[in-house]
């Protein structure tokens, strides 16, 4: 039926956000035959940087879960810009998921859950997905977290 995923989004009051441009040279997204490849984005609220900072220095886990769910919104408002309908996913491959995490920190993956638990809320079955959570020692423009995504589509 189309539109299940954007009745979805209502039903779970979320709103996607505009698009966000890419900051460098390369594309936001791209569309090859069956696959959708989406650029790693940030947490970005109203076209801002919502969440930055460090995991484990001055972050805790529910703001990180936080950034993560934003950087998921971004995600599914870039697939729908390259789509036109989300109800074209057919499955969400990936998700690759970047915490800038303070030496020590060891629950990058508790963090990316927020991502994985909104994209399986909004998309059912086809949101399960397979995945990386990952440390690193910093991401563009202070980010708490950045996110990529790869998604089977008709």
């Known amino acids: 039926m189309a539109g299940e995923i954007e009745a979805r989004l209502k039903a779970l009051d979320l709103v996607l956000p505009e698009v966000a441009l890419p900051v460098a040279d390369y594309v936001s997204f791209l569309h ?30 529910a703001k990180g879960q936080e950034a993560a769910r934003l950087c998921a919104l971004n995600i599914l408002a870039q697939a729908k810009a390259a789509l036109g309908d989300l109800d074209r996913i057919v499955q ?28 399986v809320k909004v998309l059912g079955q086809k949101g399960r997905h397979t995945r990386i959570a990952v440390g690193c020692a910093s991401l563009p423009l202070g980010a708490a977290v950045e996110i990529d995504a790869i998604f089977a589509v008709d």
Request: hydrophobic letters at 45%.
């Open 32 to 61: 090859l035959n069956s696959q959708l490849f989406v650029a790693g984005q940030l947490p970005l609220k109203d076209g801002k940087l919502a969440v930055t900072g460090t995991l484990g220095a001055g972050l805790d886990i």
């Open 92 to 119: 969400c491959l990936r998700l690759n998921g970047f915490v800038s995490s303070a030496p020590g920190f060891v629950d990058h993956p508790k963090v990316i859950n927020g991502a994985s638990e909104l994209i």
